[in-house]
């Protein structure tokens, strides 16, 4: 069995927590086939391109997917623009308002496989790249740490508290292992320019 159809995404949400998770919504064309039905059902799911509403922005990419033998296989490629980033973060990751701002991903693709949300999540591999705009990280206060550091106030690994607020902010990422691994990372605001990279882990 094949055909066309449209698929309305509606009460639907992204994210392990219930009162953290990002809305869905939006009608996407899909292409549906169903193999051996009679036997032992496989469902092919493929949207060549759609654009949804995703949190306060919008999504717009690729999706496929394939049920077969209770594990659901699959993968994703395109943009996202307009979306809060601690809106995001707080989807995937126990991350509590870390970093604030407006966001974009210019570009991503993912893969993933799993028999439940939580397998699903762990199992997501990709790349891709992200832009912050006007926003902060509460963290640290960077420029206080740079000055404490050089006055030998501040010892360790840990830097000062408060914010960083910055004007842009961009970095490549790498999913895998339950981890997003940040490189090529500068932080800009209005008096300097900082570079790095990290790890964000789902836990």
């Known amino acids: 069995l094949a055909g066309a159809a449209d698929?309305?995404?509606?009460?639907f949400a992204l994210g392990a927590s219930a009162d953290r998770r990002l809305p869905l919504r939006g009608k996407a064309s899909f292409?549906?086939?169903?193999e051996n039905a009679l036997a032992m059902?496989?469902?092919?799911?493929?949207?060549?391109?759609?654009?949804?509403?995703l949190g306060g922005g919008k999504w717009n990419g690729t999706l496929a997917a394939r049920l077969e033998r209770g594990e659901v296989k699959g993968e994703s490629a395109g943009s996202v623009a307009g979306v809060r980033i601690e809106e995001m973060l707080g989807a995937f990751t126990t991350a509590k308002n870390s970093v604030s701002g407006v966001a974009e991903i210019p570009r991503y693709q993912v893969r993933f496989a799993g028999r439940d949300a939580i397998a699903i999540r762990n199992?997501?591999?990709g790349q891709g790249s992200v832009k912050v705009s006007d926003g902060k990280v509460s963290l640290f206060d960077l420029v206080g740490t740079v000055e404490e550091k050089i006055r030998?106030?501040?010892?360790?690994?840990?830097?000062?508290?408060?914010?960083?607020?910055?004007?842009?902010?961009?970095?490549?990422f790498a999913i895998e292992k339950a981890q997003m691994k940040v490189t090529g990372l500068i932080l800009q605001d209005s008096n300097s320019s900082v570079t790095g990279e990290g790890v964000i882990g789902f836990d």
């Not at 059902?41 to 509403?53: E, I, K």
């Not at 106030?153 to 004007?167: A, R």
Request: proline fraction near 4%; avoid cysteine; hydrophobic fraction near 40%.
């Open 41 to 53: 059902p496989a469902v092919d799911l493929r949207s060549p391109g759609a654009t949804l509403q």
């Open 7 to 11: 698929l309305e995404f509606a009460d």
């Open 31 to 34: 292409r549906l086939a169903v």
């Open 123 to 125: 199992s997501l591999t």
């Open 152 to 172: 030998g106030v501040l010892g360790g690994e840990s830097g000062k508290k408060g914010d960083t607020n910055f004007v842009t902010f961009d970095a490549n």
